[in-house]
């Protein structure tokens, strides 16, 4: 690379299936603090490894964001697991004019091309895949994000449970910030901060809620500082972690919540009801009420209010 030449890497291609050279830019929006591949200038890049998102349209985007960016000729290696989008990608990428050359390993399929000289058109995959208001919804929202396209019964159930809240609160992993409108439904309530790990979920956040006790952290909840002596935490936790199922992920958000509540104040959790959460908040919390077990399109979720 010469100088002033750069290179982006998007996720976590694994190791042994591309190099990435030391200083590469990380654009993924699952990184706090990266740089955004839409914010960088077309025809800029030296090269870009992408580890493609699992969504079809959220992958398309991010192939045109990257073809977009990388000068004509530049290297661009795509790669994702086979059934979450990788027996899809050549065509994707040769729909945007590549010439790809693609293989199998570590039940990966790793595609290989250059930014072709001349592109096919990349606006309906940039557009499809953008911050966009959903009238369906009446909510701003990205392809990519959490349950993007629906409400989430999960999260509709809590919605509804919630008592008017009052005080300091927030709202982790708050997604397109729909328990975070539901928190603030109630004027007692004086502070809430929206937290989540995706960046495209606090963009459409920010439009969702317009609210002037409302403050958004593009940041993990489990390292973000000044959380303490909250009032309530609402969260419906995430339990997938890099497309895997992760139960462990859920009882450490629970765990951040209760150093992070007053003693006395609540957390206002759901669940699907397979999710093992009652031995960490039986362990941590002085009561645990479960508020009611619904029946659900997968499985069911469970609800609770846990106190301090
Ligand atoms: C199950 S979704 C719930 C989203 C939203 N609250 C709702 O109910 O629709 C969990 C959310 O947590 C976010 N998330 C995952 N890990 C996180 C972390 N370590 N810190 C902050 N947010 C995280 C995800 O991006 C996702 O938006």
């Known amino acids: 690379m010469s100088d002033g030449e750069t290179f982006c890497v998007y996720g976590a291609p694994p190791s042994a299936l591309a190099d990435v050279p030391s200083g590469a830019v990380q654009v993924s929006p ?16 030296a090269g870009a490894v992408i580890a493609a998102p699992p969504g079809a349209i959220e992958r398309r985007y991010v192939l045109a964001l990257a073809l977009r960016a990388l000068k004509p000729g ?3 290696i795509a790669m994702a697991p ?4 990788g027996a899809r990608l050549r065509k994707e990428l040769e729909t945007f004019g590549c010439v790809v050359q693609d293989a199998g390993r570590q039940h990966q399929r790793i595609c290989h ?11 309906p995959a940039l557009e499809a895949g953008a911050l966009q208001y959903s009238p369906a919804l009446g909510l701003w929202t990205q392809p990519g994000v959490f349950s993007w396209d629906r409400i989430d ?5 809590l919605m509804k449970a919630l008592p008017p809240l009052s005080g300091r609160g927030a709202d982790f992993g708050c997604g397109l910030g729909v328990l975070a409108q539901a928190a603030l439904a109630s004027q007692a309530v004086t ?3 929206l937290i989540d790990l995706d960046r495209r979920a606090i963009g459409a956040a920010k439009h969702n809620v317009e609210d002037p006790r409302a403050t958004l952290h593009w940041a993990d909840v489990l390292t973000a500082p000044d959380l303490s002596d909250l009032d309530f935490v609402v969260m419906n936790p995430p339990f997938h972690d890099q497309g895997v199922e ?15 509540l007053r003693k006395g104040g609540s957390l206002w959790l759901v669940a699907n009801r397979h999710m093992p959460y009652e031995a960490v908040l039986n362990e941590l919390f002085a009561h645990v009420t479960p508020q009611v ?4 399109d997968v499985g069911g979720y469970k609800l609770y209010e846990a106190r301090r």
């Open 82 to 85: 086979k059934e979450k989008g």
């Open 74 to 76: 530049a290297p661009l």
């Open 153 to 157: 019964p999960g999260t509709r159930q």
């Open 246 to 260: 992760n139960r462990a992920l859920g009882q450490v958000f629970i765990r951040r919540a209760h150093q992070a």
């Open 30 to 45: 699952l990184v706090p603090g990266a740089k955004a591949l839409e914010t960088i200038r077309p025809a800029s890049l």
């Open 113 to 123: 091309t250059e930014r072709p000289q001349v592109l096919a058109p990349l606006e």
């Open 191 to 193: 502070a809430l901060a």
């Open 293 to 296: 077990t619904i029946k659900g």
